[in-house]
């Protein structure tokens, strides 16, 4: 499970990447696809092609990090980020969490949670 701070947000690219691409590949593809900074210290996501490979970049404060895994059977499922004309989606840790470990978003339903209201 992933624990990170609310701060930090979580963007997944829906284009396919090549997995051959390292640190400085993958910020060039955060910069230039996605239109973020990859020293924002905020995780980007990158599936291939087959989707059953998956890396993510992220900046801890002194260096690049790459968290990379490979499925041995069965592929990552991103039908309920896909949109037409959309290069990215925002996910919440929970999410990338489910992603992750192979459950597909499309028919998981988020119950209502409490947000309180802003005093005017």
Avoid: Q
Wanted: proline share 5%; aromatic share 8%.
């Amino acid at each position: 499970m992933l624990t990170l701070p609310p701060s930090v947000r979580i963007f997944v690219c829906l284009s396919p990447a090549d997995m051959r691409r390292s640190l400085d590949g993958l910020a060039t593809m955060t910069r230039e696809i996605l239109r973020d900074d990859p020293l924002s210290g905020h995780l980007f996501v990158f599936f291939n092609r087959r989707r059953d490979r998956t890396k993510i970049l992220f900046w801890d404060r002194s260096g690049l990090c790459l968290y990379y895994k490979r499925l041995e059977k069965g592929v990552f499922r991103l039908s309920a980020l896909e949109r037409p004309k959309r290069v990215r989606a925002e996910v919440e840790a929970a999410e990338l969490a489910l992603i992750l470990e192979g459950i597909d978003l499309a028919h998981a339903r988020r119950r209502g949670r409490f947000v309180p209201r802003r005093a005017v």
